[in-house]
């Protein structure tokens, strides 16, 4: 099983509600990422989690919160966003943390989130 | 930091012709490049990548070559067919865990 899949695929919220993306793996990797990717632009980093600790934020707003419950699982808690948030939210995977950005990492099809 | 320039952003090819994608990278300690390819509603998939120790890697239509003296690698579809239509993005790693993209190639296959 090389897939990574993300729930919900499409998600409409309130600049007041709150809501969370989730994002599950189940081949055995130990790093997982949070990438956000607007229109007709690459992915960008916004989070990297290493055997199940962050290792990376990109300094990103205090509105976005993850969350990694256990090694397959990967949330991103979202509240008080803006309508710039607007965005396909990408998780992504990877083997061994210990091979760094040298490791092929595994995308899943992204939750295409509108915030109005 | 790492910094990754793809060219051309937008190519258009008749089916059957060639396709060439090109990147140049900044950082000489960069030691893997993928590339990855896009479709309408999907993440990015994997479609082929290259270490630091080899100079070229193909799979079936699909290659990949690597210059490190001149820090660029390149990406080669060859008898391009409609289904490659898509966008494509190089990478490259810049330390720890992070990967920089290209600003990615949008790829027209004209039947």
């Known amino acids: 099983d090389t897939e990574v899949t993300q729930t919900p695929k499409h998600l409409v919220m309130g600049m007041t509600n709150k809501k969370s993306l989730k994002c599950e793996q189940h081949?055995?990797?130990?790093?997982m990422y949070w990438y956000k990717q607007k229109a007709k632009k690459p992915p960008e980093l916004m989070f990297v989690?290493?055997?199940?600790?962050?290792?990376i934020n990109e300094s990103v707003p205090s509105r976005f919160s993850p969350e990694c419950p256990n090694s397959s699982l990967l949330n991103l808690h979202l509240h008080a966003l803006q309508p710039e948030d607007s965005a396909l939210y990408l998780c992504?995977?990877?083997?061994?943390?210990?091979?760094?950005?040298?490791?092929?990492?595994?995308f899943g099809p992204g939750t295409r989130l509108l915030v109005l | 930091g790492e910094n990754v320039e793809q060219h051309p952003s937008t190519l258009s090819v008749q089916e059957g012709d060639s396709a060439v994608i090109k990147c140049t990278y900044s950082d000489s300690a960069s030691n893997y490049f993928p590339w990855y390819k896009q479709e309408l509603g999907k993440g990015p998939q994997l479609i082929i990548d290259?270490?630091?120790?080899?100079g070229e890697k193909k799979d079936q239509r699909i290659a990949v070559t690597l210059n490190k003296t001149a820090k660029h690698f390149s990406l080669h579809i060859t008898e391009t067919q409609p289904e490659d239509s898509a966008v494509y993005f190089c990478a490259a790693p810049t330390g720890g865990f992070k990967t920089i993209f290209g600003a990615g190639t949008r790829l027209f296959v004209k039947a």
């Open positions: 989690y290493s055997y199940e600790k962050l290792s």
């Open positions: 081949m055995g990797h130990r790093a």
């Open positions: 290259i270490r630091s120790n080899v």
């Open positions: 992504a995977s990877s083997q061994d943390p210990s091979g760094g950005s040298g490791e092929t990492q595994y």
